[in-house]
């Protein structure tokens, strides 16, 4: 009964498609089956689960560096080193291939970065615990790969993979290949319904947007000094108000805060300081978004002495924004500073 094995094959990538094209080749020339990153797209937290997933599943994992250190995560790890440390952590057996440091290779494809090269360097230390075999070109490579794994399937046996018929009778197989069937139909129908979901709420987004600026309104706002009377601002259009906010409450905002901002954005008169907006208007605005699902009351907690009103932005209100930005960002060339506003003195 032939055995094959998986050999997840891990590096960092454009710097190294040359050599990991002759790792590839060379475990399909010996029988076996390659896994890379080529399976997956960009990496988040989704794709490393699915990518812990195939380590678990493989027998063997290979790791090639040269002289980047690639991609980091949020701890500042990269993807390469958490593939590295999570296979060694899991007992995959670890076939090493750190380049050697005098070979012929790119400038282009080395990491300057002090820093990242202390990293890097870290790391080919921590795979030099293990044997490892030093390539110095991608033919090398090539060569050095197939008798380590030789070796490797030797000193430490694995379960590997072999055919269902092989090991189960034909209604067993039978069985596998109607599964297989429905599974197949089952990620046909939900990549569908994901790509109609997708669709209409993009839809729902850019239909929120183009609400909010048609619809107008008026506020009253007073100055901090001189004729306190309540002044009457020109209509403004709810995406206006939306833009000047949204950053705002990307966290979260306290109503008044809210309010002597938008005192400072709607005022005339730029020699004299504002006050605030009538807070019952600003109600009216966060209940008008709140009908819309762009803000919510926030959940965030807070001592027990404040008895601030705070509001946020929900998930939808983030995409519109987002969504608003990023029409702003593409119809120009170039992105201003905002001019700095002047705070309430009672700050």
């Known amino acids: 009964m032939a055995t094959k094995y998986?050999?997840?094959?891990?590096?960092?990538?454009?710097?190294?498609?040359?050599?990991?094209?002759?790792?590839?080749?060379?475990?399909?020339?010996?029988?076996?089956?390659?896994?890379?990153?080529?399976?997956?797209?960009?990496?988040?937290?989704?794709?490393w689960k699915i990518i812990a997933r195939?380590?678990?599943?493989?027998?063997?994992?290979?790791?090639?560096?040269?002289?980047?250190?690639?991609?980091?995560?949020?701890?500042?790890?990269?993807?390469?080193?958490?593939?590295?440390?999570?296979a060694r952590a899991r007992g995959v057996p670890i076939i090493g291939f750190p380049i050697e440091s005098s070979a012929s290779w790119p400038a282009d494809r080395v990491d300057t970065d002090s820093e990242t090269k202390l990293?890097?360097?870290?790391?080919?230390e921590r795979i030099k615990?293990?044997?490892?075999?030093?390539?110095?070109?991608?033919?090398?490579?090539y060569g050095k790969f197939s008798v380590a794994l030789m070796k490797a399937i030797v000193a430490s046996p694995r379960e590997g993979w072999v055919r269902a018929s092989a090991s189960a009778g034909p209604q067993v197989t039978a069985e596998l290949t109607r599964l297989s069937a429905e599974n197949a139909n089952l990620r046909t129908d939900l990549a569908r319904s994901v790509d109609a979901a997708s669709v209409e709420y993009q839809s729902e987004v850019d239909s929120v947007g183009t609400r909010l600026r048609s619809i107008e309104i008026r506020?009253?706002?007073?100055?901090?000094?001189?004729?306190?009377?309540?002044?009457?601002?020109?209509?403004?259009?709810?995406?206006?108000?939306?833009?000047?906010?949204?950053?705002?409450?990307?966290?979260?905002?306290?109503?008044?805060?809210?309010?002597?901002?938008?005192?400072?954005?709607?005022?005339?008169?730029?020699?004299?300081?504002?006050?605030?907006?009538?807070?019952?208007?600003v109600q009216e605005l966060l209940a008008d978004w709140n009908a819309l699902d762009l803000v919510e009351p926030s959940l965030r907690k807070h001592s027990v002495s404040n008895k601030g009103e705070y509001w946020t932005?929900?998930?939808?209100?983030?995409?519109?924004?987002?969504?608003?930005?990023?029409?702003?960002?593409?119809?120009?060339?170039?992105?201003?500073?905002?001019?700095?506003?002047?705070e309430d003195p009672g700050e």
Do not use: C
């Open 54 to 86: 195939h380590i678990d599943e493989s027998d063997y994992y290979a790791v090639i560096v040269a002289h980047r250190y690639g991609s980091v995560a949020e701890d500042n790890v990269s993807y390469t080193r958490k593939e590295y440390e999570y």
């Open 219 to 281: 506020f009253s706002y007073r100055y901090a000094s001189g004729d306190r009377s309540w002044q009457h601002s020109k209509s403004v259009s709810h995406a206006l108000l939306f833009g000047e906010l949204a950053s705002r409450l990307m966290v979260e905002d306290e109503i008044d805060e809210t309010a002597k901002f938008l005192a400072m954005v709607l005022k005339e008169d730029n020699a004299r300081t504002a006050d605030i907006v009538a807070i019952n208007q």
């Open 6 to 47: 998986q050999v997840f094959v891990s590096s960092t990538y454009e710097d190294l498609k040359a050599e990991r094209d002759q790792v590839i080749k060379a475990v399909l020339e010996m029988g076996h089956i390659p896994v890379g990153m080529e399976m997956f797209s960009a990496a988040d937290e989704e794709q």
């Open 313 to 342: 932005l929900t998930d939808f209100g983030r995409a519109v924004h987002k969504r608003a930005r990023r029409r702003r960002l593409l119809a120009q060339e170039t992105t201003e500073t905002p001019e700095p506003r002047e």
């Open 129 to 141: 615990e293990k044997p490892v075999s030093i390539w110095s070109s991608a033919e090398d490579l």
């Open 119 to 124: 990293l890097l360097d870290a790391f080919k």
